[in-house]
């Protein structure tokens, strides 16, 4: 997980720090978020838009304290059990729709192109395509 330390004269253009006060701006959604630094709450506090990155502030800027923001790079977080099997799963059904969802529409354009019917029977085999695809999306999505 990376990490970014806060330089107390120069904190930089994304984030500010006054006081026992330090504002950050989350690497993975944009949100702002502020961290109070006063010493009997100086706990870190994760993003509340999204939660994957934290951040803590301990101590003033201009009494050496020190402030710091650690955030989730892509595949760095290990997701829920649950959530893992559900994007296997999708994955899995995703990957078999999209290989019979070609198939079938490979194999009924040519019968359409040779007889000239087989219209709804198309339909239905390129909309499973689409939805092999969706299932593709949404289990990636769920795995990482």
Not at 36 to 41: K, L, P, S, Y
Not at 53 to 67: D, P, V
Not at 91 to 119: C, H
Request: net charge neutral; proline share 3%; aromatic share 8%.
């Amino acid at each position: 997980m990376p990490t970014r330390e806060l330089d107390a004269y120069n904190p930089g253009h994304d984030v500010d720090w006054e006081g026992n006060y330090a504002a950050f701006t989350c690497p993975a959604c944009s949100k702002v978020y502020i961290v109070n630094g006063i010493e009997r709450q100086h706990e870190a506090r994760d993003c509340p838009s999204c939660g994957k990155s934290t951040a803590q502030c301990t101590g003033g800027r201009l009494s050496g304290g020190s402030a710091s923001i650690t955030w989730l790079t892509l595949g760095g977080g290990k997701p829920a059990g649950f959530q893992t099997i559900l994007g296997v799963i999708c994955l899995v059904l995703g990957s078999m729709g999209l290989i019979l969802g070609i198939t079938f529409s490979t194999v009924l354009l040519v019968a359409q192109v040779i007889e000239g019917g087989f219209g709804a029977a198309a339909t239905a085999f390129v909309t499973v395509f689409v939805a092999g695809g969706c299932l593709i999306l949404a289990g990636v999505r769920l795995r990482y």
